[in-house]
């Protein structure tokens, strides 16, 4: 019962009694000021995020003109989407990150695990390291990693030539390109994740593992039979917010790889592809479409993934 | 009526033109001859070069001597943002007064009514044609009206490095180079120095301007035929003209496309990676501020079946649908007298497209030999390939011809591809 009430309020990784719950579906005591005090949020939201989208959905029926002006054509565009070699490519390309990214999510839980053990000493400069990638700004870190990865000149080659290895053009030859993209997303990542984890880690109380040592378990066993699966819903939330960020990969690529890369058209993300589309071809109608195909994507992916955790996060 | 009340009321120039825009009645007056001196006005001008920001505030406050009352604001937008922005601006009916048009971008405006045509400017003598090279007036003329007013050009010639010549024990480029001479060159330095990573050659083939264009038109063969309706890509010579830098990439005379794209040509050749680039007249500031400025000089690109480069360069255009049509020409104007060109030929910003202003910029760095840029220009310079949507092509040339270079498949089949895709772009320009 409270399982549902949580997959339905959207509210991961919190777990809400059941009365508190049923509460909330009775007639509302407080009047009209819960509604005077959201309205503002509210509008804001429906200005800059519900009108967006509505619009967009709309233009995705239009065709545009050069210079603006654009002319009802119907679902044009979605057979043009249904028929593009490139959409199905893209889609691919953002899956293959979105996968490289997800891996990220069961090695945040090792760290974070390692870096919350009751008594280690400096376990605020780990959290603070792991958590800077996430802080600095995503262009300045690819103009930094561009540097890193170039294969001529790059530090990661050379480091690599001092065991005899050749490394390779890490971010212009096809199909290595997009790993190394996610290889860095996944790095970024990891400060965030662990963060989340950590406040669930905090959650879990001492005592449990007390028992366990009592009982003679293992440290591995207590963080396979107790951290993680007390962990879960802290796990899931990540999960979801990787996969709609991965379904959103755009700047890390466009940054990492340059619009000139000759790697470019195999590698472009859905995201990317829609930039092009829009900006580059000036085909804002097609844009406008691809642009629906990600949200609905996104929720599809979402969707079933509160369909299915029910079936793995303990909410105690 | 309310319309030119609010307009009164509005000092930024930029919101003017957007109300005028609004109210669809864009002010047509045309000039009979040059505008009063006492004329008042506020207008922006629009450009993508920061580099060349003094020598443009320098002819506004040229300008300004002439018109004390036209306040000229500058609107620079990086050249990664300007065609997305302009689009944007001429969408909105926003558009800079007076701005920087390129070839590829001229057709779309000229063609769509953005841009006013000079022919004013013209009949009442304020601007002349003959003072600028041919090629030049044709790229920003559409059905025999023209639009802009050449403020530069640029042509493409070959730069080498001599000290790597030297350390390599290769005669250096002659003026009677043949593309066979070049090769040879390319790949006996490209061996030799080998173990320091020094190759022979290295070119932007990121766009054709510096490289296929070039070569294309040296083998006999064209990118576009001369009335812009057919591609010229699945002619044998322009299929000769691209399999160079194919060759150059395979036999390792050239770094490879991943490594071009890792560190752009230019940037091999300034740090003394690459003993050649063929490259144009904007790299002299770039190299005179790099490592090797004096180790480096210029001579004509090789000869095939014949002697070519490509010439290109920026117009002045005003807005079709500016409310300040009169000081927007009259700015337009200044901007294409000798005055305007050998003020910025002498601060090194650009090689000015006025006939007989450019020694300036040939004197700014001598050791570079500049001159064979303007030789190239009168000589054996031919127009740059443009038709009315050139950047639907131009991302077909992006994203096909990359495969060509770096031998995944056959130059020809490459070629024939793009040729059809092409044609059934240029098939749909009206």
Not at chain 1, 39 to 64: D, E, K, M, R
Not at chain 1, 212 to 227: E, H, L, V, Y
Request: charged fraction near 15%; hydrophobic fraction near 45%.
């Amino acid at each position: 019962m409270s399982l549902n009430t949580v997959a339905k309020a959207g509210a991961p990784g919190r777990a809400p009694a059941g009365r508190r719950a049923s509460r909330l579906g009775r007639s509302n005591p407080d009047g009209i000021w819960p509604v005077v005090f959201v309205l503002p949020l509210f509008l804001g939201v429906a200005v800059f995020y519900l009108f967006p989208i509505i619009q967009t959905a709309y233009f995705s029926f239009t065709t545009w003109g050069v210079f603006g002006g654009s002319t009802f054509t119907g679902l044009e565009n979605y057979s043009k989407l249904a028929t593009d070699p490139q959409v199905g490519r893209a889609l691919l390309n953002t899956l293959i990150y979105t996968v490289v990214v997800l891996a990220g999510v069961p090695i945040a839980v090792g760290l974070a695990s390692l870096v919350n053990r009751p008594g280690l000493r400096f376990s605020k400069t780990y959290r603070t390291m792991f958590f800077l990638p996430y802080v600095a700004m995503p262009v300045a870190i690819s103009m930094v990693w561009r540097m890193i990865y170039n294969g001529d000149f790059g530090v990661l080659n050379y480091f690599l030539s001092l065991f005899g290895i050749l490394g390779p053009h890490w971010v212009s030859t096809d199909g290595l390109a997009l790993i190394s993209v996610a290889l860095l997303g996944l790095w970024i990542s990891i400060g965030f994740n662990m963060i989340i984890l950590s406040a669930g880690l905090k959650g879990i109380p001492v005592e449990l593992y007390e028992a366990a040592s009592i009982d003679g378990a293992s440290r591995f066993r207590q963080f396979r039979q107790i951290t993680v699966p007390l962990l879960t819903p802290s796990i899931f939330f990540v999960m979801v917010i990787t996969i709609i960020n991965g379904f959103q990969l755009f700047d890390l690529l466009y940054t990492l790889l340059g619009t000139t890369n000759p790697a470019m058209a195999r590698s472009q993300s859905l995201v990317y592809l829609f930039y092009n589309e829009s900006f580059i071809q000036n085909d804002k109608g097609y844009g406008a479409a691809i642009a629906i195909l990600v949200l609905v994507l996104v929720g599809i992916f979402t969707a079933v993934q509160f369909r299915f955790q029910r079936r793995w996060v303990n909410y105690v | 009526m309310r319309l030119k009340k609010l307009s009164l009321g509005v000092v930024a120039a930029v919101t003017a033109v957007l109300l005028a825009g609004c109210g669809g009645s864009p002010a047509e007056q045309k000039a009979a001859g040059p505008a009063p001196t006492d004329l008042k006005a506020n207008i922006t001008y629009g450009y993508w070069d920061a580099n060349q920001t003094p020598a443009m505030d320098k002819l506004i406050a040229d300008f300004n001597a002439k018109y004390p009352n036209i306040k000229v604001t500058s609107q620079v937008t990086p050249w990664a943002q300007y065609w997305t922005k302009l689009q944007t601006q001429a969408s909105s009916n926003t558009l800079p007064d007076v701005f920087w048009m390129n070839g590829p971008n001229f057709q779309l405006y000229a063609s769509n009514g953005q841009l006013a045509p000079i022919t004013p400017l013209v009949d009442s003598k304020q601007v002349d044609p003959a003072n600028y090279p041919d090629a030049l007036n044709k790229l920003y003329s559409l059905d025999g009206k023209q639009y802009g007013v050449p403020k530069d050009f640029d042509t493409i010639a070959l730069w080498y490095n001599k000290k790597i010549f030297a350390e390599a024990g290769v005669a250096v480029p002659t003026n009677d180079w043949t593309t066979a001479e070049f090769k040879t060159a390319a790949k006996t330095i490209s061996d030799k120095l080998k173990s320091k990573g020094i190759y022979g050659v290295a070119t932007n083939l990121v766009g054709g301007q510096e490289g296929y264009y070039d070569s294309i038109l040296q083998a006999g063969g064209n990118v576009i035929s001369a009335d812009g309706k057919t591609s010229g890509y699945d002619d044998p010579k322009s299929i000769k003209g691209l399999q160079l830098w194919a060759d150059l990439i395979a036999d390792g005379s050239s770094p490879n496309m991943q490594q071009m794209s890792d560190t752009p040509a230019n940037k091999w050749f300034d740090n003394g990676k690459a003993a050649m680039i063929w490259t144009g007249t904007w790299m002299v500031s770039e190299v005179n501020a790099s490592p090797v400025k004096n180790d480096v000089t210029v001579v004509p690109l090789p000869k095939d079946e014949r002697a070519a480069t490509v010439i290109h360069g920026i117009g002045n255009v005003v807005s079709a649908k500016t409310p300040n049509m009169q000081a927007a020409q009259a700015f337009q104007a200044f901007l294409g007298t000798k005055e305007a060109a050998l003020a910025q030929a002498t601060m090194g910003a650009a090689n000015p497209a006025f006939n007989g202003t450019q020694q300036a910029f040939v004197d700014s760095v001598p050791s570079f030999n500049i001159q064979v840029f303007e030789d190239a220009a009168t000589k054996y310079a031919f127009p740059f390939p443009v038709s009315k949507n050139t950047a639907a092509w131009n991302q077909l040339e992006a994203t096909l011809l990359p495969d060509a270079f770096s031998g995944k498949k056959p130059v020809g089949d490459v070629a024939k591809d793009l040729a059809t895709q092409m044609n059934a772009l240029l098939a749909k320009e009206k």
